[in-house]
């Protein structure tokens, strides 16, 4: 890949759209060429867009901060030969988003989202990249009936889920099908985005809700596990979930605390511990940039894994998990961790373009 | 009452000791004439020995500045007149402490523990006043088998259990027995006492372990809801417990996440709601002063409870729950709290002192 | 004073609003019978209005629920026998606010305000209850000019200045003027209001600037320390004030490390401490509900004040000062706090509102 | 240099010991070969020795756990070619410190010392490497005194005064000289080490005293701006520097608040600006390892610099600076950050070593 493929960010002057921003410094693969957000910023340099809202560590990358901000409504400015757009975008209503997404992809362009509007569309894939890898195949599907020729929309799941996933499709690839799943999240404020949750709220407290998360985490679990088919992705729903979710005074990873019942075939504590430490997947297979050389990290100290000292293991893109031991009322019960806004946001999104880019969907 | 009791605190120096001396300021009942250290205390005033180690956000009370600290284990000098002693004693060994309780029992002591060491031990009852107060009739069985006169040893159980013990035994009270819990619990720096956690290992970040806390959280409940009977406590092992326990940036105030299946007979949303508001038990009716007037508060705002806003209802005596709501997996799941340092320690021994007083068992 | 004075709250909703209403719960003079909030509020009962963002970690007062929200425009709706509003009320302009708070005084009410719109208004007092109790003398000359007959408007300082204009001012009036004074504030995130400070900002962070402090910190000292003349109040500006405004993650309680070089006449350090001790006033010599009873506190310990422990000192009201020590650039240098949502707004105001009737200015 | 040169840590197993561990991983010029500790850790593996108490974010480094851990006591076991120690010792004693580093010295080993043990010997130099690195000229003058020959022993400043002594000393290099110094820290829990500061002690709250800081970082600038004679370093007496050191809820990084009066010859905001941005120094010329690109990062934004954003500033070896202004009372003011475990301890001892290296005293 000699020449980095142009593309753009929908959405580019919130805080995800800042994030794919510092994650793509330096892309192997990719340059963005487009920063598209909504009116009030079409028109001005992104430096100018974003000032008092830039709320990475580092500096607006010098390749960026002159790009003049695009209106996302206006497609006629779309620079030519980019072919992909990550959306980040927020409005109104998730029809809204919907409608411009599609939009998008009608116009040629591959959208991947961050947004949860398409998560339900069934020729919408949802795709964490060691897991439903496959899932791109309802891609051609999408196409025919939206009478899209290149572009189409693929989306990643809610940020919460990222932690025992795939973890828990590790365990189903090797036979142990799980059955019942009870999990209790401690969720980081940034996964709130910007404002975001007000301090006052979290200094020395723990909110024990989240708006709409726990639907999300009981749901978009049995569509990862679904199975393509003509008429869309149907949902695996064998497994039963249940979640809650709390927001406590961190900035970055979520923890979530797992309770696990297998069906018939119950693996050991030991069978478990090599089925993850051995655990690759496609994107290892294909050595794709984002992709974490171990997808999950096990850790044997036993007040592990932690937020602080975990969440930026191999560039926020593993999953770390610990304290795996027998449960008195399940059959077994863990502890894991990813980083929300990196493999929970942009990083798991740049990922699945990465494996788009690799199968052959975005040429 | 007239005459408030001249009572002791074993242990009066470390934080939980502080609790008690804070809390007892003016209490109706009580006064604290005897502080009973480690012998680097003894001899100090009490001022002078927790100088630089004082943590309540009051000063010390005048009436205990000046209190010279007695070795704890100088039986001798113990003030004529008090028969009551308040234990937060630490030592190097569990065996070591159930020696020392036992001896002040011996000398006709009543001796009530926030210590782990005697939980176990079958004749020692573990007492939540608004539960098990019918367990206080083991203590015949205790003196009778000891040789113990007036004295005996009581203990309270491990401050994680209380913010959900109370709501269950009140469903199990109505004819709801429950048959399996998965629990994970958030709980304050404060539990883990005086210096406790570091603030390196707690800012921005979760621990998702504590040492010995899912035992004794998945164990204790068991003798709580267990049956007096001529050789001691019988548990009640009809319910199957799972804890996870994590450490969180919070001072004070446990927060637990509750996952219930009932046995065959399962309440609705609105009867347990009903059986929670309307719950008040024994310490409610003999009206004692560390009693909460409602043991049970539940909050019906989505977000809540939450540790700054609700751990000091009822002056952190109440348990505060909130969001009741169907479970996919099992039967209901809620979330609840309770103020560790209080109802979780001392507090919650102090009202076990005023319903042993109430009852007769303390002259 | 047997029947209690009808009051009103204009700003009711908001975060200093709702600090009023748990302050003067069960206040002894006063009795909230008026809440005004904008146009999108009126008309509802307050309970309605403030549902989702009522902070306050009480439940909303009984009496308070339900009391039907005016629209703080409606000065038709004003219920009669109200002669004392408490101003918390936010608008896109400080010309706008000014222009309302003087209409509520020509309606002939009585407006003590906690914006900052007015502190400049040369015939409008900007009291702190200890110090310049004296400059309510400009209100007849308010009164006279603007054409108010019983109305008049008193505002209160910012809360960045309560921690240490108490303890300077008790050493002017002791006789040693102060020449200089360099001050770096470290504030509580209450101080920014609600939803204020986004987590992501503060969490494990200092943010070294809190827009429009600094001018404030320098510049309001000098009309606090002024003097009453017939065309209003004149500054004194021989002190030289330079501030740093910092915020921390800290809730409530704002600290100020003071380095302090005195005119010819230096006090030793035992002066000073005595000087403090000693400290009374007006408010003190009546005993208005909200005087703190003793104005400073001082701690010897060498780690404190400490918003966590001290913030509460005399229900908040108190200042709480410790490590007066040489200064090796000026002559002294101290620590001093108090309590930025109590003391430093709607308390500090209720103590102003107390002497105004006190001193008969409130009818 | 072909080959890297063999080096030791003093104190590997503390927290200090671990940074360097952390830091000097890959370093292109030293390998660690020698980990010493006190006995209690003597004979065991580093892995082991460590085991609880490992605090990085990373793994033990692969060459480093399998290393026996030395006993600091005993130089018959140094490996042979070690020519080079970084001592992170802590003993009960200052001057067990110093008699146990001026033994290694005389083993000939270069000692450079993060402990304030040896900081106010007039011949043991106490570098900054852009400040005073030419007091290397009176290791000669110690190795004569003490009969050395190859060894010497060299320690670096308190973290604390890190963040302003650059920025000033760069302003004094350009002819303005400090008359005058106000300065207010808000130091991270880093800094206290590990367990360090109690949770209880700073969830919600700060400290407004750090044992011995203020006394060190009022003295040792005027030794780091001192002269280097025949006697050894005479210091420069001619700054006056008032400091309050306070302890806030921050894991990493120390912010400081400076008052600046200048003497005669005062420079203008811009003049400041540019001199700032213009600053190198001889640890850039030689390009060491660690030498930050630009010691002194000026930001423009009103809000920084921000410990969470700023620290890591060039690898954490920079100062980062911002909000520099007119002063009412002296001549300028302005917020200083230095991360204070890495350009503050270990990070800045690694740049003197390169300095020594680089300058031939180190063979």
């Not at 793509?24 to 963005?32: D, E, G, K, S, V």
């Not at 399940?330 to 199968?359: P, Q, W």
């Amino acid at each position: 890949m000699k020449e980095k493929k142009p593309i753009g960010i929908l959405g580019a002057t919130g805080v995800v759209g800042q994030n794919y921003i510092k994650l793509l410094q330096n892309h192997p693969w990719f340059q963005i060429v487009d920063v598209a957000a909504s009116p009030k910023s079409s028109g001005k340099k992104y430096e100018e867009a974003v000032k008092t809202k830039w709320q990475m560590p580092i500096s607006i990358p010098s390749d960026i901060k002159d790009l003049i901000v695009r209106d996302v409504q206006d497609f006629k400015s779309i620079p030519s030969g980019v072919s992909l757009m990550f959306s980040a975008i927020t409005m109104p209503t998730k029809e809204k988003i919907k409608e411009l997404e599609f939009k998008y992809a009608e116009k040629g362009i591959v959208v991947i989202s961050n947004n949860s509007a398409h998560r339900w569309t069934p020729d919408v894939p949802m795709i964490i990249g060691e897991i439903n890898y496959d899932h791109i195949n309802v891609i051609p599907i999408q196409q025919q009936r939206r009478g899209f020729s290149k572009g189409f929309v693929s989306v990643k799941p809610n940020c919460s889920v990222q932690s025992y996933m795939t973890p828990i499709y590790a365990l189903e690839k090797a036979g142990y099908k799980v059955e019942k799943m009870i999990v209790t999240t401690l969720q980081a404020v940034s996964g709130a985005g910007y404002p975001g949750v007000p301090s006052l709220d979290i200094i020395d407290n723990i909110i024990p809700y989240i708006n709409g998360e726990e639907e999300k985490s009981e749901k978009e679990p049995l569509k990862i596990l679904g199975t393509v088919t003509d008429s869309g992705i149907v949902n695996n729903d064998s497994i039963q979930i249940s979640t809650t979710c709390t927001r406590v005074p961190v900035a970055d990873g979520h923890i979530a605390c797992i309770n696990l019942k297998f069906k018939d075939n119950k693996p050991t504590i030991e069978e478990i511990l090599k089925i993850w430490k051995e655990f690759k997947s496609v994107p290892q297979e294909l050595n794709l940039p984002f992709a974490p050389k171990q997808p999950i990290i096990y850790l044997e100290e036993i007040d592990r894994p932690q937020p602080k000292k975990d969440r930026d293991n191999d560039k926020g893109m593993a999953v770390t998990i610990g304290r795996l031991r027998k449960d008195n009322v399940f059959d077994v019960k863990f502890v894991a961790l990813s980083h929300n806004t990196i493999r929970g946001a942009a990083g798991g999104a740049i990922l699945n373009a990465e494996l788009l880019v690799a199968k052959g969907f975005i040429k």
